[in-house]
C-alpha cells in the first residue's frame, strides 16, 4: 500500500499560490504534501524562491489533513541545527502533529549565500549528522549544551514543541549515508528507486521504516506542451544529484544542462496526458519499497488545473494499482 503526495516547488510558485495550492491538493485527496527549501531556483526561468517555512506556517494552518514534510531541509549552513529544531517544532505544534522534519546534505546553489563556502560530501556528512544530534535532542524538551567538530550549542531549549518530539527523515544516496543516519532516523528520502538502498537502510536502521521518494511529471491536455515546458523548467535533473549538489548558481545549471535536448526530458519523466505513463512511473519506487511517492508537477501556472486531474483520475488510477494507504502519515519510530 503506498501513499501519494504532493510536491509544493518554492523554485516555481510565489508564496501566496503555494499556500493555495496546498490546500487544492488536499481536496483533491492527495495524503500527504512536501515542500522545497530553496534560497535560488535551479534555473532562472523557474523565477521563484520563497521561504518555505513561512509557506509551512501558512500551509499548516490552511490545511486539515494532510501530512506536511520539508523535501529536503539542510540544517548545516545557511541554518544553525538549534534554529532548524525551533522551527521544525513551532511548525508541528501548528499542524497538530501533521509535520515530518525531511533533512538532507544540502547543495550549493542555497548554502553559499550565506558566504561559508561549501565543503566536500565527508564533511558536509559529519555536519548532518551532528546537526541530527543537536535537533533530535532539543525535541526531547531540555536544555542542551552541545560541543563537536562543527558546531557548538550552549544552552538551548525549546519551549515550544510536541510531546514526544517531531518525526525526523533524513536523505541518503548511498552506503555511507545511510551508514551514518539509518539509526537515528525515522524515515528515509531518496529521490532514485534503487531496492538496495531501502534493503540497507532497513538492515541499518533495524527497522522496517518509511520511505519517501518523489517523481516529476509534466501532465497538460498537449503533449507536446508539457515535454516544452518540461525542457524549459525541468532540465536541471540531467546532471545528477552528486553534480547538482556541486553548482553554485542558475547559470552553471544552465550551462551544465544546454545539452539537454527535449526528447531527454521526455524519456526521463511522463509528460502529457496519458494516466497510464504517469502511473508507470510510479511504479519503480513502489516496487523498491518506497511507501510514500510525492509527485512534482511541472509549472506553477498549472497547478489548479493539474489538481482537479489528480482527483478526477490520477490518484484513483494510482490507488488502483497500487492500493490506498491504511496510515499514510510519518510518525516516530517505536521506542524513540
Known amino acids: 500500500m503506498t501513499a501519494f503526495g504532493y510536491t509544493l516547488l518554492c523554485e516555481q510558485r510565489g508564496p501566496r499560490e503555494l499556500v493555495s495550492d496546498a490546500v487544492a491538493a488536499e481536496r483533491a485527496g492527495f495524503d500527504f504534501e512536501v515542500i522545497s527549501d530553496h534560497y535560488f531556483p535551479w534555473l532562472d526561468s523557474m523565477g521563484h524562491a520563497p521561504y518555505a517555512w513561512s509557506v509551512l506556517g501558512a500551509v499548516a494552518t490552511a490545511t486539515e489533513r494532510v501530512g506536511l514534510m520539508t523535501y529536503v531541509t539542510c540544517p548545516t549552513i545557511r541554518y544553525h541545527p538549534a534554529v532548524v529544531a525551533q522551527k521544525a517544532a513551532t511548525v508541528a505544534l501548528l499542524a497538530e502533529g501533521r509535520f515530518t522534519l525531511g533533512l538532507g546534505a544540502g547543495e550549493n546553489l542555497n548554502e553559499h549565500v550565506v558566504g561559508q563556502g561549501w565543503p566536500p560530501a565527508n564533511v558536509r556528512h559529519e555536519m548532518l549528522d551532528e546537526a541530527v544530534v543537536i535537533i533530535r535532542e532539543l525535541f526531547g524538551g531540555g536544555y542542551v549544551n552541545f560541543v563537536g567538530k562543527h558546531y557548538r550549542v550552549d544552552s538551548a531549549k525549546l519551549w515550544d514543541v510536541p510531546d514526544g518530539g517531531v518525526p525526523i527523515a533524513v ?166
Do not use: Y
Open 171 to 336: 536523505a541518503v544516496s548511498g552506503t555511507q549515508s545511510i551508514e551514518h543516519f539509518a539509526p537515528v532516523s525515522d524515515a528515509m528520502v531518496a529521490v532514485e528507486p534503487e531496492p538496495a538502498l531501502v534493503q540497507g537502510f532497513d538492515r541499518a536502521a533495524g527497522a522496517e521504516l518509511p520511505k519517501i521518494g518523489q517523481q516529476p511529471i509534466s501532465w497538460d491536455p498537449d503533449r507536446d506542451t508539457a515535454v516544452e515546458r518540461a525542457h524549459e523548467l525541468f532540465r536541471w535533473f540531467a546532471g545528477g544529484w552528486k553534480v547538482n549538489a556541486e553548482l553554485p548558481g542558475t547559470a552553471g545549471f544552465a550551462a551544465a544542462t544546454s545539452f539537454v535536448r527535449r526528447e531527454d526530458v521526455a524519456q526521463a519523466f511522463p509528460c502529457g496526458p496519458d494516466v497510464s505513463a504517469h502511473v508507470e512511473a510510479v511504479r519503480p519506487f513502489v516496487d523498491a519499497g518506497f511507501t510514500h511517492v510525492a509527485l512534482a508537477q511541472v509549472g506553477g501556472e498549472t497547478q489548479p488545473a493539474f489538481c482537479d486531474f489528480a482527483r478526477d483520475e490520477l490518484l484513483p488510477a494510482l490507488r488502483e494499482e497500487f492500493g490506498e494507504a491504511k496510515e499514510p502519515a510519518i510518525g516516530l519510530r517505536s521506542g524513540r
